[in-house]
């Protein structure tokens, strides 16, 4: 932790317990508050690389599957973001070989469904979905987090929510991405969630490659092994995710009612949040509805 952050957190009386995890442009901490004797995810960027839609989507959309926000500041030159703590992230839980029964598998893809499903009803497209960016809490429940590449668009189905940002993870980038073409980001959430599924589903990607460029060509190129998906169901779901047309791939709302999934529509209900059990210390203006497409002419960002 350095001097900036060990301020903070004095400032604040909290307790430092640990780092849960570091980007390149953020950190979390895992802080204990003695004023509500709990423990509290603490996420720390610099201004120059926030994105406030990750502020908008937490505080207003209230959904079991959302990872909460409980408050957030500005102090010197970073952003420092009050979360819930969730014990576990899903992709540890994969390279752990947790997930190992057909149950649970299909429980967290549905999770996931669900997840993904309460951003796009509110017109929220992730643009950064994979296993890291899914959290497991104390009741095993999947949570979303991480909005930072997050477009809050017009309404699905308009032509106006076109995207130019070229960034993300291989291979949950969608072809289209990795062409640098103007993209429906709803359509490029689809890609990444199929990935996603896959990953939980096999514990590999659905494309190998020693590097990056070989990844994405072997992406660009050839169709996944659905093979080795025991469940041909969920098969299927992943398969019709994975087209390389994303014209030909569902919404998540046609996903939700494929076979494998029909469990997961007893849980597709949110509300604006209204209030939470811990208040918000800093007013939180509400979210703008429609914004300008992020630029990036230069370069594609890749990272895997």
Known sequence: MNARDESYVKMKNYQFK???GWGQSDVVYLIYDPAFQRDFALKVMLQTKFNKNEIDVMKDVD???IIRLYNYEYYEDAVYLLMEFCPQSLEKAIKRRNISDSKTTLKYCMGIVNAIKACHRYNVAHLDIKPANFLIDQYDRIRVCDFGLSSI???IGDCCHV???FAGSVPFMAPEILEMK???PFKADIWAVGVTLYFIATGKFPWD???KEEMCENL???DPNLDLIDNKDLAAAIGDCLEKDPSKRPTIFDLGHYPVFKEAASCTHCTVRKNTFLPLRKYLSPSTLIIKPKMNRGK???SI
């Open 18 to 20: 640990d780092v849960l």
């Open 63 to 65: 959904h079991p599957y």
């Open 209 to 211: 490659g020693l590097t």
């Open 300 to 302: 594609l960002q890749i």
């Open 182 to 184: 103007p993209y429906d």
């Open 153 to 155: 668009n017009k309404a």
């Open 163 to 165: 995207n130019r940002q």
């Open 220 to 222: 660009m190129k050839n």
